[in-house]
């Protein structure tokens, strides 16, 4: 909105205005517009929460010293939903689909957190809604979003049904899917991220910080792949920023730069409230919408294999519960019981069945996620 009336009308005029054609100046006002409603909105909101008793249920065999967690307010993550999305649409060209795409399914996805958190706070229980249920919804959303993104024509035909593979160059390697298979995989994406944050954020601040480092790795992507800037190399050919570096070039997606810039400042706003001791948890409304605006802004950029390394931290979380319950359910047979990889699962928990503080688990899966986004980032140079 403020885009279109400073750029869009005063813009015209010239003047100071017509800074904010540039997206690098829209990235700065989104990150830090996101950040100052944090602060501003944060401290009301969190009483709000009290004052209408929203808080925390703990899972039963959880480690005991989350006990004292009990009654913390929780769905926390609508505030950073909300000024996600203000910031969002304040700075973002409303024109824009790839935006709304993502905006659409970060939206939906909270909502299905929201509905999930409700149910676990009016039962005053932890199982929430029905988990077939809520895959399903996920998988209706993300699949629909796919089915628009892949049978339209906002990305182009050379682009729009490839598989961009880590450290190769797109347009020699590229691995091409049909276009039912690449519906079906993009939605996968998605929700394994949606799922993957969820299952991460069992900790004061984990699940947050290594998402403000995923939001600013596919900002770097997102503006690489859409800006039109161009570079001259040997020869004097002029090339995008994208073909010199080979990857996806998709004119329009550098808006979504904007869009994870708003998540940065979000997700730093909302860490000031979740660092441990935490005043607040995000609760599924959060981790759902967070996951899937990560997931949507892998799939838009290109990267949804980089998505890997990226996002490493949150994958090795899903594998270890995924792992567990396997290895449990297949040899629950036995006399002596199931067999159990980890301590308990996710894997931050394994660490603290095994003496492991909380903010020493937090901070080093923090370095991981930081050292994981690098070299996501040097997968850039190195193709």
């Not at 959880?62 to 913390?72: M, S």
Request: charged residues 15%; aromatic residues 12%; glycine residues 10%.
């Amino acid at each position: 909105m403020l885009f279109h009336l400073l750029y869009g009308t005063l813009g015209d005029k010239g003047g100071i205005f017509h800074v904010f054609r540039y997206t690098s100046t829209r990235i700065l006002a989104a990150a830090i517009t996101a950040l100052v409603l944090s602060f501003v909105i944060g401290p009301w909101f969190i009483e709000r929460l009290k004052a209408r008793q929203i808080g925390e249920i703990i899972r039963e065999d959880g480690p005991a010293t989350h006990k004292k967690k009990a009654g913390t307010p929780t769905m926390g993550g609508s505030l950073i939903l909300f000024c996600l999305a203000i910031s969002t649409l304040l700075w973002c060209d409303l024109r824009n689909q790839f935006v709304w795409l993502a905006l659409t399914v970060t939206v939906a996805f909270g909502a299905i957190g929201f509905a999930d958190d409700y149910a676990k706070v009016a039962k005053r229980n932890k199982k929430g809604i029905s988990g077939k249920l809520r895959l399903l919804l996920e998988f209706a959303i993300a699949g629909s979003a796919m089915l628009y993104l892949f049978y339209s024509s906002i990305m182009p035909p050379d682009v729009r049904l490839q598989l961009q593979l880590p450290f190769t160059n797109f347009y020699e390697t590229g691995l091409t899917l049909p276009a039912w298979l690449y519906v079906i995989f993009g939605a996968f994406v998605v929700v394994g991220a949606a799922n993957a944050v969820n299952l991460t954020d069992g900790l004061d601040g984990l699940a947050i910080g290594p998402s403000i480092m995923n939001a600013g790795t596919f900002l770097i992507f997102a503006y690489i792949a859409g800006v039109e800037t161009t570079l001259i190399v040997r020869g004097g050919q002029e090339v995008s920023i994208a073909q010199y570096l080979h990857v996806a070039h998709i004119n329009g997606v550098e808006e979504l730069a904007i869009f994870a810039a708003a998540l940065f400042g979000a997700g730093i706003g909302f860490l000031w409230y979740n660092a441990y001791p935490a005043t607040v948890f995000m609760g599924d409304v959060g981790a759902l919408g967070i996951g899937g605006a990560i997931g949507m802004m892998a799939v838009l950029t290109k990267n949804e294999l980089v998505f890997v390394i990226v996002g490493g931290l949150f994958v090795v979380e899903a594998l270890s519960v995924i792992i567990q319950t396997t290895v449990f359910k297949a040899t629950k047979g036995r006399p002596e019981g199931g067999l159990r990889v980890f301590r308990m699962a996710p894997i931050h928990h394994h660490y603290e069945k095994k003496g492991w503080d909380e903010p020493k688990i937090i901070v080093r899966f923090w370095l991981v996620s930081a050292l994981l986004a690098l070299v996501a980032i040097g997968t850039l140079k190195l193709r």
